[in-house]
């Protein structure tokens, strides 16, 4: 419908494994699911959390089954996307952020021993997609920022959970997309988890604004002298020197809020400012549940026009 290259499923909803897991969800029809009631009180429960409770979801086999039919309706026409949280993203959704923060610091044992079982329950949910047909996995880890966290913290807790996830989807030949959204990034950490491919929405507007002069404080979604050139595509030629193919970085609600014109802009300043090969077209993160078709049609347009 929307021209893209690829299909995603499951699409909206990032609580499908917390649910799985006993955390309660509220489902809405018009809007994407919320928490209603956490499964756990602190991390001392980890008990709690069974990881096979994956395998017995019933929305976990709706999903499975959902890639199945892309497979079959589709083949390799286009690439087919399984999405999945991280473990430290799918902690925050089993016992909430702010007890997550106290078990960090005061129950460390406890919480490292959470984050294995949910290690092992991530991995489940991939294996399911992927065997049902998925082509790579779309990984959730915006918790691992410094709006969040200490470079130190997020090196404890995410890294190696996180590259335990990776290097088993990559083992059993899956695509690996690393999502992170958040606009304090431990970008480093993300070079060492050493996914296909890095998902981003911005770099730090300060520091490149100290870098290269400019002032940026709506990012690029104005005519200031810092937006015509993507500046932050450039701050990740690291990523590409490595091998890893950048994919974004079209501000979100662009196709929602903005008019013909800017989005053409956001089109032409990421495709000006990427590398040459090693790069996907993209937001850089969800495009607004309420945007219109006649948007996304103007975005395929400028895509066209601009390719």
Known sequence: MYHQDNVMSPWGCLLVEAEALG???????????????YVLKSAAEHELINPDDIEKSGRVKTIAGSVEILKKEIGDEAFITGATMSPLMLASQVMGGSRLCIDMLKDRDSFHALLEKLTESCILFADALLEAGADGIFVENGENTGDLFSPQMAEEFMLPYTKKLYDHIKAGGGYVISHNCAAHAFYDLEMKLEPHALNFAFGDVRLLGKKYGVECKKLHNHKNIGCGPRHCFKEFKVFSDAGICLMGNIIPDAPLTGSRAEIEHEVK???SAAPKK??????????????????????????????
């Not at 018009?30 to 009631?37: D, F, G, L, R, S």
């Open 269 to 271: 300043s990421c495709l």
């Open 23 to 37: 955390t309660k969800v509220n489902i809405k029809e018009n809007a994407y699911p919320t928490v209603a009631k």
């Open 278 to 307: 090693g790069f996907i077209l993209s937001t850089g993160c969800e495009i607004p549940l309420n945007t219109p078709l006649e948007k996304m049609e103007m975005l395929w347009d400028a895509v066209k026009a601009g390719i």
